[in-house]
């Protein structure tokens, strides 16, 4: 090694030109000798000499730059797929963001076996919503890493990390979101951390017996999301020591981050070479009571007639006694070449609690092989309502107008044809028509908003007034309330407010 040393002259005032010179040629024959003894191994090199001169002082030796990483920033590979074996067809599947994971309710992803956090991740998604979660045997902070448009990490402006900080005793979980852009060049992408509202983003956590559940909600748009059949999103998930979501520090922005395929279906199918099979459902938010159909298509790409020996539609985990069993054992073959389509329908049970469900067809082939099927529906209230007022508050000078909304959701299929009707209403206020009006809705996941109109007095004095009223349909009643707030401006005045004082 060779070792250099350097000089550094001192400073003084000049001392006259001639004095100066002789200095300089002084402090020049020291650094050549000090140079040239160094190089014969004489003199301790610059670095040496430090380290001697502050251990000599008693102080403690500078740390190296490359130090291993703390025990809560590990290190991650990103440069390295997954390994674990993975199921790419996510099925639509509407869950919800409780922190608990039902029977039946979430489809795993990959199951993480080794290192210190094991545990199973989750993925489903549905019109509104991409659904993650994550079942681990310990607590733990969770890392999840979206490539919404499924083009690779530093592509475009749609890459999306979302943390989510372990859960404590009592506490709801943290966390934190950033959006990777790499749009203008790969080479200069940037992290911005402002780009999500992590209030937008519904997360759910327990911790239970020393297992954690993590539950996170992406809505539709979020980063160039979009959610429809066939579309293919980037997903990757780390497990984290247990902490805060802010105690991850993210990578360099141009760091490559290899994800999962994950494909978005409205049915999970196991093809057989030649046969491919497509389930689709009449409806996949239903209503207890609903009679739901579905359709299998079994398309043939061979040139030869292919038999079925028997079909078989059944309810799958949960499921098995909310859909009708049936077998048919008298099938036609599938022609070559083309579709075979196969009919089923099912009632619902009118006391079957809001959740997911799955419906599964199995294909027995004559050769001895299976065709299967999956799709998922899910039951939801058949009536959603809500009131409010406008304006809020309302201010009361002379005689006030004031309007009542009543603002229905129906998921009923076909239409809805029910009731709304106020069920009280303060004293003195003047109502412009009947506290019950007719409700009608013309097709599914539609809205109708019931207006109310009325009169405030001139009296009306300041102070919250409750308003109820009811959703009537085919026997069940949904109760609405709603507080009405009252200012007087004249109570609030500068004027009133001096003569107080």
Same mark, same amino acid.
């Given at each position: 090694m060779l070792a250099l040393n350097v000089c550094f002259l001192p400073s003084f005032a000049p001392v006259g030109r001639k004095r100066c010179g002789r200095w300089k040629g002084v402090m020049r024959a020291v650094c050549t000798a000090g140079l040239a003894a160094s190089l014969l191994g004489l003199l301790p090199s610059v670095d040496a000499a430090a380290q001697d001169s502050e251990a000599a002082k008693g102080a403690? &030796?500078?740390?190296?730059?490359?130090?291993?990483?703390?025990?809560? $920033? &590990?290190?991650l590979n990103f440069r390295e797929r997954p390994k674990y074996p993975t199921d790419p067809q996510r099925l639509r599947r509407t869950v919800q963001i409780d922190g608990v994971l039902s029977d039946g309710e979430w489809d795993p992803f990959y199951t993480v076996t080794e290192g210190p956090i094991k545990g199973t991740v989750y993925c489903n998604w549905d019109d509104n919503y991409l659904?993650?979660?994550?079942?681990?045997?310990?607590?733990?902070? +969770?890392?999840?890493?979206?490539? /919404?448009?499924?083009?690779?990490?530093?592509?475009?402006?749609? =890459?999306?990390?979302?943390?989510?900080?372990?859960i404590g005793e009592g506490s709801a979980p943290t966390v934190a979101a950033r959006l990777l852009d790499a749009a203008n060049s790969k080479d200069t992408p940037v992290w911005n951390d402002k780009a999500v509202d992590v209030k937008a983003l519904p997360v759910a956590g327990k911790l239970t017996n020393g297992t954690q559940v993590v539950e996170l909600a992406i809505p539709k748009d979020t980063a160039s999301l979009v959610l429809r059949p066939g579309a293919t999103i980037g997903v990757r998930a780390e497990f984290l020591p247990p902490g805060p979501a802010t105690a991850y520090i993210p990578t360099q922005a141009f760091e490559p981050h290899l994800l999962l395929d994950a494909t978005l279906a409205e049915s999970r199918v196991q093809p057989v070479a030649g046969i491919n099979p497509r389930l689709t459902l009449s409806d996949y938010?239903?209503?207890?009571? $609903?009679?739901?159909?579905?359709?299998?298509?079994?398309?043939?790409?061979?040139? +030869?007639?292919?038999?079925?020996?028997?079909?078989?539609?059944?309810?799958?985990? =949960?499921?098995?006694?909310?859909? =009708?069993?049936?077998? %048919?054992?008298?099938?036609? &073959?599938?022609?070559?070449? *083309?579709?075979?389509?196969?009919?089923?329908?099912?009632?619902?049970?009118?006391?079957?609690?809001?959740?997911?469900?799955?419906? /599964?067809?199995?294909?027995?082939?004559?050769?001895?092989?299976?065709?299967?099927s999956a799709a998922t529906f899910t039951i939801v209230e058949p009536v959603q309502a809500q009131m409010s007022? %406008?304006? %809020? &508050?309302?201010?009361?000078?002379?005689?006030? *107008?004031?309007?009542? =909304?009543?603002?229905?959701?129906?998921?009923?299929?076909?239409?809805?044809?029910?009731?709304?009707?106020?069920?009280?209403?303060?004293?003195?206020? %003047?109502?412009?028509?009947?506290?019950?009006?007719?409700?009608?809705i013309d097709h599914e996941d539609g809205q109708e908003i019931i207006r109310y109109d009325f009169r405030l007095p001139s009296t009306?004095?300041?102070?919250?007034?409750?308003?109820?009223?009811?959703?009537?349909?085919?026997?069940?009643?949904?109760?609405?309330?709603?507080?009405?707030?009252?200012?007087?401006?004249?109570?609030?005045?500068?004027?009133k407010t001096e003569a107080k004082k």
């Open positions: 403690v &030796p500078a740390a190296p730059q490359s130090q291993a990483p703390s025990p809560a $920033q &590990p290190t659904y993650l979660a994550a079942r681990t045997d310990q607590p733990a902070s +969770v890392l999840f890493d979206l490539d /919404m448009g499924g083009d690779g990490w530093l592509r475009s402006a749609d =890459n999306l990390e979302v943390v989510i900080g372990s938010k239903c209503i207890a009571g $609903q009679k739901l159909f579905a359709t299998l298509e079994l398309l043939n790409q061979r040139d +030869v007639p292919v038999p079925i020996r028997s079909v078989l539609w059944t309810g799958q985990g =949960n499921s098995v006694n909310v859909v =009708n069993t049936v077998r %048919e054992v008298t099938v036609p &073959p599938i022609a070559p070449s *083309k579709r075979l389509k196969l009919k089923y329908s099912t009632v619902l049970p009118p006391t079957l609690a809001p959740g997911s469900y799955t419906l /599964m067809v199995t294909a027995d082939l004559e050769e001895g092989k299976q065709v299967q007022a %406008e304006p %809020e &508050p309302v201010a009361v000078v002379g005689s006030t *107008k004031l309007r009542v =909304n009543v603002d229905v959701f129906s998921a009923v299929p076909r239409y809805l044809g029910g009731s709304v009707e106020l069920l009280s209403v303060p004293a003195g206020w %003047e109502l412009k028509g009947s506290k019950k009006r007719e409700l009608f009306t004095p300041a102070g919250d007034y409750p308003l109820e009223a009811a959703v009537n349909w085919q026997g069940r009643v949904w109760k609405l309330k709603h507080v009405v707030h009252v200012v007087r401006p004249e109570e609030t005045s500068p004027a």
